[in-house]
């Protein structure tokens, strides 16, 4: 799994540090979550065709948020575009959207599909699922959790010991599906593995601490949780209902989760390496996101 940051900054821009954009790149699969203004050109420098994308996952409805997504579209319809293209979001994104497509001359020959989300799965596939929840911000914020289904191991000396040929049977099985040998019929769990835990990536938007962000990233590989201000602006945090770098590896601790990534820096810090001290504190994995930055994970490291 390919996680590229495209924008690491809060509210308002800087010079190092574009609107909030992540594109996650996975199961033959490409998700962006959230569409800062500006986004598409930060497609081109992260050299990451838009023309790819598969889902856009919107976290809520401030500008740092989806300003991006007007001009993305449109760019996908000169580039002419036909595949259909999925939009995720709380609930007001028909709204949006509406919007959006009727500012100026707007025409594209593909279809958006809008899905307005509440809270559990969203997602569901073979290959994976991805779920949200609400977090605690001014507007409504959904987090999400992209988690992989991960197939039990086949035991092919098991197979072979119950007399299932070399072969397509093999497949089969390792599918969940039943096979027939010389008459005998022949289940998956008789030559399957226990369950295995699949790769789990959380995004949190913008939030307070959460209860449910908690519960939602619980025993997450990555973690990505906003963290706009150090312990020193914790109540300018709070007013705004933000989170501190110190919160963001509270909620890490207790969630259980690998590695603690930092994002969406207010463009006050133009040293970030307090934000990265203060979550240390609490927890030992932690790393400050950064525009273009590439984090790569396996699931063959779980195993």
């Known amino acids: ?8 900054s809060s509210a308002v821009p800087s ?35 838009p023309m790819k994308v598969d889902k856009i996952f919107i976290t809520h ?19 002419q575009r036909e ?37 559990g799965i969203v997602v569901e596939t073979e290959k994976y699922r991805i779920e949200t929840t609400k977090t605690k911000h001014s507007v409504p914020n959904n987090a999400y959790s992209i988690i992989e289904k991960k197939k039990p191991r086949f035991i092919r000396e098991k197979a072979i010991e119950l007399g299932v040929p070399v072969g397509p049977a093999f497949g089969k099985l390792h599918r969940g599906e039943e096979v027939e040998i010389d008459g005998k019929i022949i289940k998956p769990e008789q030559v399957l593995g226990p369950p295995r835990k699949g790769l789990k990536v959380t995004y949190s938007g913008d939030t307070r ?15 990505i949780h906003e963290a706009t201000f150090e312990e020193e602006d914790r109540l300018h945090a709070y007013e705004h209902d933000h989170s501190t770098a ?10 259980n989760v690998g590695k603690l990534i930092l994002t969406h820096i207010s463009p006050r810090y133009q040293e970030f390496s307090v934000l990265e001290r203060e979550a240390k504190e609490a927890f030992d994995n932690v790393e400050v996101a950064e525009d273009f930055k590439v984090f790569n994970i396996n699931s063959k490291d779980k195993e």
């Open 209 to 223: 601490p959460s209860f449910k962000l908690i519960e939602l990233a619980r025993d997450s590989d990555i973690l």
């Open 15 to 49: 010079r190092e540090r574009n609107h909030a954009a992540i594109v996650i790149r996975e199961f033959g699969e490409v998700f962006l979550f959230d569409c800062g203004e500006g986004t598409q050109r930060q497609f081109i420098e992260a050299n990451v065709s």
């Open 1 to 8: 799994m390919e996680i590229i940051f495209l924008g690491t």
């Open 246 to 255: 110190r919160d963001a590896a509270d909620i890490a601790r207790e969630a």
């Open 61 to 79: 409805f401030h500008g740092d948020h989806i300003l991006g997504l007007g001009g993305l579209i449109q760019s996908m319809g000169l580039r």
């Open 83 to 119: 595949e259909d293209l999925d939009i995720y979001g709380p609930r007001g994104l028909k709204k949006v959207m509406n919007a959006i497509t009727h500012t100026g001359y707007f025409k594209i020959d593909f279809n958006l599909n809008i899905h307005e989300i509440d809270e």
